[in-house]
Every structure is written in structure tokens, then in C-alpha cells.
């Protein structure tokens, strides 16, 4: 082990491949979906240009330290926000905490990977019509993903899934754990996560830091930076640029795209032919991308005949509970994320909404929580919150959100960014469901708390959103959206999509696994298109 350790230490070098090379595919944004498709199509003998707007962090580099790592690695280019949800109040020019650098936002996820159930991939067959909600039933089933669940699944090395242990319980997932056993849950564990508890594919255990969300310097959970990007690169058909940020896909007047306009590390436009295009940058700057390259072939958007681009903007329904107990409960030792109730990530409408949520232990430090647990509050009871601290147990709710054609990504042209294009804006209004469905987890992680003797419990509105999903999803018609069952743009053959931008509804489940299972199944239809000379 110690062998296959240090060999995955050592990253091998980049490929060179021309910007006039027409036969490469080109992947913009190195996260779950584009670093995932990247590994999958160099291991079929595909040769990868993969652009990364952010730039190459290596681990040593990684500061735990929370304000610091977010200014290290987030994306902090601006944004504007509008619509009625509490963070465009809250954090105005940050409606999304992702980011920007190789590896996407895999380097800062907490690692949760349950997979979506078979009713979540049919929403407007089971939830039936729903005012306000623009539900579709997704072109691919459970079935159909199960393979590359499977699959990915055993990439990630996911606890509690094909063998692998499970993640010791820690004091937040103790407190959690016995109060879902109080009120009556009886599914919690302390996975599935994508964090090692025993030495695992290159990466060593878990050492119990609580630093997943800065970058995780040990290794242990996994991340395209730590595991795919450097198997891709060792195929020696990976050329990464990092420091390059996409600004344009073009295409011939046939409408076929022919390559991707990017701003290298120094300031200067380039062009990078190709063969097939696959955008992967986020649901926010995945859209916006698209959008920046309308003309007069695509005078709405690359690829939006449909009008749907950049419409049907998801962030799962969120919110944390803070539960202050009379003795010390230390939640930051451990992993961030250490376990979950799946309980109420069932349809049940007796609950008074549709769709289910998950209930997640969340650790955050002190500067984060002074930041986050009541966004512009002060005084006693607010210092009180933070006085507690070691006192503390919190959790957090996710579940599905209803898409909705109004929550949308636009470009707002009258605020630029620091190439002088305009910047996304982020509409978002809480469906009824979503709230309803929030106060009902607000209700339970109380009950749950009070059940072990909690002394308070504070309820924590959503944080700058993690969980961006649709806005380019999935439809089995073109009219319905934007990409079909593979992925591929319904507009233009030889352009896919590889985030959780096509994901027709958010479901309860976290989307890291679901993306980068989709990602195994798209690579494979890729390379088949190509050998077949289809794209």
C-alpha cells in the first residue's frame, strides 16, 4: 500500500496536444462530471483537452483554515442575484459556494453519496401536476442507472456499499443516531460517504480532521483531483489547462460546434479546435457559457431551441439545526458530513408535500458558524448561539426543490466580469412545496434533539447554494428541454452536457454520485459515437 501510495503522489505530466487538433473533445470545468468523463474517455484511448477556469491547487497547498480556504478556492467572480429566497438578502454577490480550481467543487464536497430512488427519476408521473412546478419525468430510469451506480460507486470507494466499512461514528453522528432512534427513524448509518475509513485505490484512511470542506489535504476522500485527473494524465492523453477559462463555443454554419474560445492564465484569447464539446462548469456557469455563445444560427443560446436553457435552476431544499446540550459534544472532531437519517427521504404527501429530504450531521467552525447560523443578527442571543459552541450537535436538511421555469440563469449585461462579459444572474423563488417540506425537517431535527436532552435548537436558514442543478436538463422531447438521455444537446450532436446542469429534477439525494454516474454511461455512448463516426 505504502508502494501504491506514493505512486499516486506523484501526478504525471500533461499531454500538449495543438489548438488546431479538430480531433480532440473538449471538457470545460475538471469537477464530478468533467474530470469524471475525462478519466473515462483517455482510458478508452480518447484524447482530452480539458480546460479548467480556476487553477491547480495541490494539497499541500490547502489551508485549514475556513475563511482562507474559501478565499483559496472559491468562485468569486461576481454574480448578481434576484427573486424572493433568503440569500439573495443574505449574500447577494454569492449565491453559490463553488469551486474554482482543478477539481471542481469535488475538492470541497462533504462526501454523502446515496443514490436516487426509483420514484424520484418518474417526479411528474408520482407527484402528478403540481401549480407552479415545471415537473418532467427524466428519459433514464433507476434501472438504467444502476450499472453505473455501481460503478461509480466503486470510483468513489464508498463506505457502506460493495464492501467497504463504514466510517467510525463520531460525537455529532452519536447524538444524531440517538435521537432518530428516539423518535422512531430506524434508517441512519454513518454513509454512504465517499471518504476512505481504510486505505483505499491510492488514498490513505481518513485521520478524523474535519477539514472536508478545505480541500482535505490528507487525501482520504475522494475528488477528480486526487483521483481521476491523475489517472487521466497517466493515460498521456489528458492535456489539463488550468487557469482557462471558457468564454465561447463555436460552431460552423452548419451548426455543428468546431471548438471552444478560452482566456489563458496570461490574459490572452484562444481558440482549441474539437470534435465534441462537453460543458461541465457548474449549472450556473454551464448555462451562462451556453448563453454567451447565442448567434445568429442560435440567436437564444447554443443549443435552446427549446427556450429552456438556463430555466428550471435548482439548489435543493435546505436549512441546518443547531442543538445546544448541557455537556460538550465537540461536532468539528471528526468528518464534516458523518452521517444521515434517510427516514423522510420517502414520498409521502400526508407529510403536506411531495418528495422526500434527507437529514445530514453538518460541522462548521466557529467562522463559519458565527457567518452562517443567523445571517445578520447580533447581540446576546446571537453571541449566545456562539458561546455554546462546544456544547453544539447541527444537522442539515436536504431534499428536493420543485423546478421551476422563473428560477432561472440569465446574463446580466449591465454588470461585466474582469474579461468584460456580463456576469450570470441567479433568480430564485421558494416554491410552496420547498418551504413546506423545509419547516417539516426544521420540525424533526427539533423533535429529534429534544429527544436526547437538548436544552435549544436553533434553526439555520439555506447557505449559499452547493447542490446546483438543472438549467440544461434532460428531456426525452426536444421541446422539453436541452439535452437528451446521453446528455447530448438535442440542437447540436457533437455538444453534451456532464453536470448536474441535466438533471430533469433534483431528487432528495445529494448529486455528486448521480453525476458522476452519469458521466461513466456518457462516456461510453461518446466513444461509441466517435468509433461509429456519428459526432
Same mark, same amino acid.
Given at each position: 500500500?505504502?508502494?501504491?501510495?506514493?505512486?499516486?503522489?506523484?501526478?504525471?505530466?500533461?499531454?500538449?496536444?495543438?489548438?488546431?487538433?479538430?480531433?480532440?473533445?473538449?471538457?470545460?470545468?475538471?469537477?464530478?462530471?468533467?474530470?469524471?468523463?475525462?478519466?473515462?474517455?483517455?482510458?478508452?484511448?480518447?484524447?482530452?483537452?480539458?480546460?479548467?477556469?480556476?487553477?491547480?491547487?495541490?494539497?499541500?497547498?490547502?489551508?485549514?483554515?475556513?475563511?482562507?480556504?474559501?478565499?483559496?478556492?472559491?468562485?468569486l467572480d461576481p454574480r448578481t442575484t434576484s427573486g424572493s429566497w433568503r440569500v439573495a438578502r443574505d449574500?447577494?454577490?454569492?449565491?453559490?459556494?463553488?469551486?474554482?480550481?482543478?477539481?471542481?467543487?469535488?475538492?470541497?464536497?462533504?462526501?454523502?453519496?446515496?443514490?436516487?430512488?426509483?420514484?424520484?427519476?418518474?417526479?411528474?408521473?408520482?407527484?402528478?401536476?403540481?401549480?407552479?412546478?415545471?415537473?418532467?419525468?427524466?428519459?433514464?430510469?433507476?434501472?438504467?442507472?444502476?450499472?453505473?451506480?455501481?460503478?461509480?460507486?466503486?470510483?468513489?470507494?464508498?463506505?457502506?456499499?460493495?464492501?467497504?466499512?463504514?466510517?467510525?461514528?463520531?460525537?455529532?453522528?452519536?447524538?444524531?443516531?440517538?435521537?432518530?432512534?428516539?423518535?422512531?427513524?430506524?434508517?441512519?448509518?454513518?454513509?454512504?460517504?465517499?471518504?476512505?475509513?481504510?486505505?483505499?485505490?491510492?488514498?490513505?484512511?481518513?485521520?478524523?480532521?474535519?477539514?472536508?470542506? %478545505?480541500?482535505?489535504?490528507?487525501?482520504?476522500?475522494?475528488?477528480?483531483?486526487?483521483?481521476?485527473?491523475?489517472?487521466?494524465?497517466?493515460?498521456?492523453?489528458?492535456?489539463?489547462?488550468?487557469?482557462?477559462?471558457?468564454? %465561447?463555443?463555436?460552431?460552423?454554419?452548419?451548426?455543428?460546434?468546431?471548438?471552444?474560445?478560452?482566456?489563458?492564465?496570461?490574459?490572452?484569447?484562444?481558440?482549441?479546435?474539437?470534435?465534441?464539446?462537453?460543458?461541465?462548469?457548474?449549472?450556473?456557469?454551464?448555462?451562462?457559457?451556453?448563453?454567451?455563445?447565442?448567434?445568429?444560427?442560435?440567436?437564444?443560446?447554443?443549443?435552446?431551441?427549446?427556450? %429552456?436553457?438556463?430555466?428550471?435552476?435548482?439548489?435543493?431544499?435546505?436549512?441546518?439545526?443547531?442543538?445546544?446540550?448541557?455537556?460538550?459534544?465537540?461536532?468539528?472532531?471528526?468528518?464534516?458530513?458523518?452521517?444521515?437519517?434517510?427516514?423522510?427521504?420517502?414520498?409521502?404527501?400526508?407529510?403536506?408535500?411531495?418528495?422526500?429530504?434527507?437529514?445530514?450531521?453538518?460541522?462548521?467552525?466557529?467562522?463559519?458558524?458565527?457567518?452562517?447560523?443567523?445571517?445578520?443578527?447580533?447581540?446576546?442571543?446571537?453571541?449566545?448561539?456562539?458561546?455554546?459552541?462546544?456544547?453544539?450537535?447541527?444537522?442539515?436538511?436536504?431534499?428536493?426543490?420543485?423546478?421551476?421555469?422563473?428560477?432561472?440563469?440569465?446574463?446580466?449585461?449591465?454588470?461585466?466580469?474582469?474579461?468584460?462579459?456580463?456576469?450570470?444572474?441567479?433568480?430564485?423563488?421558494?416554491?410552496?412545496?420547498?418551504?413546506?417540506?423545509?419547516?417539516?425537517?426544521?420540525?424533526?431535527?427539533?423533535?429529534?434533539?429534544?429527544?436526547?436532552?437538548?436544552?435549544?435548537?436553533?434553526?439555520?436558514?439555506?447557505?449559499?447554494?452547493?447542490?446546483?442543478?438543472?438549467?440544461?436538463?434532460?428531456?426525452?422531447?426536444?421541446?422539453?428541454?436541452?439535452?437528451?438521455?446521453?446528455?447530448?444537446?438535442?440542437?447540436?450532436?457533437?455538444?453534451?452536457?456532464?453536470?448536474?446542469?441535466?438533471?430533469?429534477?433534483?431528487?432528495?439525494?445529494?448529486?455528486?454520485?448521480?453525476?458522476?454516474?452519469?458521466?461513466?454511461?456518457?462516456?461510453?455512448?461518446?466513444? %461509441?459515437?466517435?468509433?461509429?463516426?456519428?459526432?
Open positions: 500500500m505504502t508502494a501504491e501510495l506514493n505512486s499516486a503522489a506523484a501526478e504525471p505530466a500533461s499531454a500538449h496536444f495543438d489548438q488546431d487538433d479538430a480531433d480532440v473533445v473538449v471538457i470545460v470545468g475538471s469537477g464530478a462530471g468533467g474530470g469524471t468523463l475525462a478519466h473515462e474517455l483517455t482510458g478508452k484511448g480518447v484524447k482530452v483537452v480539458l480546460l479548467e477556469a480556476g487553477g491547480h491547487i495541490r494539497h499541500e497547498e490547502y489551508v485549514n483554515n475556513e475563511w482562507e480556504a474559501f478565499n483559496q478556492m472559491a468562485w449574500f447577494p454577490n454569492l449565491p453559490a459556494w463553488i469551486v474554482k480550481a482543478v477539481g471542481g467543487t469535488t475538492t470541497h464536497w462533504a462526501g454523502a453519496t446515496p443514490r436516487f430512488k426509483a420514484h424520484e427519476f418518474k417526479a411528474r408521473t408520482t407527484y402528478g401536476r403540481i401549480d407552479g412546478a415545471n415537473l418532467l419525468d427524466w428519459p433514464v430510469s433507476l434501472a438504467d442507472l444502476e450499472p453505473y451506480y455501481e460503478r461509480a460507486e466503486k470510483k468513489i470507494g464508498t463506505t457502506h456499499r460493495h464492501g467497504r466499512p463504514a466510517m467510525p461514528a463520531n460525537n455529532n453522528y452519536k447524538v444524531l443516531a440517538a435521537g432518530a432512534d428516539r423518535i422512531g427513524y430506524r434508517h441512519y448509518a454513518t454513509g454512504p460517504y465517499g471518504t476512505n475509513a481504510e486505505p483505499y485505490d491510492g488514498r490513505p484512511a481518513s485521520i478524523q480532521d474535519g477539514f472536508n470542506f %478545505q480541500g482535505d489535504k490528507n487525501k482520504s476522500k475522494w475528488s477528480t483531483l486526487v483521483s481521476e485527473i491523475p489517472k487521466a494524465l497517466g493515460t498521456g492523453k489528458l492535456d489539463l489547462r488550468p487557469d482557462s477559462q471558457a468564454v %465561447q463555443i463555436t460552431h460552423t454554419s452548419e451548426g455543428r460546434v468546431d471548438g471552444v474560445l478560452y482566456v489563458d492564465a496570461d490574459g490572452n484569447l484562444q481558440r482549441q479546435k474539437a470534435r465534441v464539446v462537453a460543458v461541465a462548469g457548474n449549472s450556473i456557469e454551464t448555462a451562462r457559457l451556453l448563453l454567451l455563445s447565442g448567434s445568429p444560427l442560435f440567436p437564444d443560446g447554443l443549443a435552446n431551441s427549446s427556450g %429552456q436553457l438556463g430555466r428550471n435552476y435548482m439548489r435543493h431544499t435546505t436549512g441546518s439545526v443547531y442543538a445546544k446540550f448541557d455537556r460538550p459534544v465537540h461536532m468539528y472532531r471528526g468528518e464534516t458530513m458523518a452521517g444521515l437519517v434517510a427516514d423522510e427521504s420517502r414520498h409521502d404527501v400526508d407529510r403536506g408535500f411531495s418528495g422526500g429530504y434527507y437529514l445530514e450531521t453538518v460541522a462548521l467552525g466557529p467562522a463559519f458558524l458565527a457567518s452562517f447560523i443567523d445571517p445578520g443578527a447580533w447581540g446576546p442571543g446571537f453571541a449566545s448561539l456562539l458561546d455554546d459552541y462546544e456544547n453544539t450537535a447541527g444537522l442539515w436538511i436536504v431534499g428536493e426543490d420543485m423546478p421551476q421555469e422563473t428560477n432561472r440563469i440569465t446574463l446580466n449585461t449591465s454588470v461585466t466580469d474582469r474579461l468584460g462579459l456580463p456576469v450570470p444572474n441567479v433568480h430564485f423563488d421558494d416554491h410552496t412545496n420547498d418551504t413546506a417540506m423545509r419547516n417539516h425537517g426544521y420540525q424533526q431535527a427539533s423533535l429529534l434533539y429534544e429527544a436526547v436532552g437538548a436544552l435549544s435548537s436553533h434553526h439555520t436558514p439555506p447557505y449559499p447554494s452547493t447542490h446546483n442543478l438543472g438549467t440544461a436538463r434532460m428531456s426525452e422531447r426536444p421541446e422539453d428541454g436541452v439535452v437528451n438521455r446521453f446528455g447530448q444537446a438535442h440542437d447540436v450532436k457533437n455538444l453534451f452536457v456532464s453536470d448536474g446542469s441535466q438533471f430533469t429534477t433534483g431528487a432528495a439525494a445529494n448529486p455528486t454520485l448521480t453525476i458522476v454516474a452519469l458521466a461513466i454511461r456518457q462516456a461510453e455512448y461518446i466513444a %461509441q459515437q466517435l468509433a461509429a463516426a456519428a459526432i
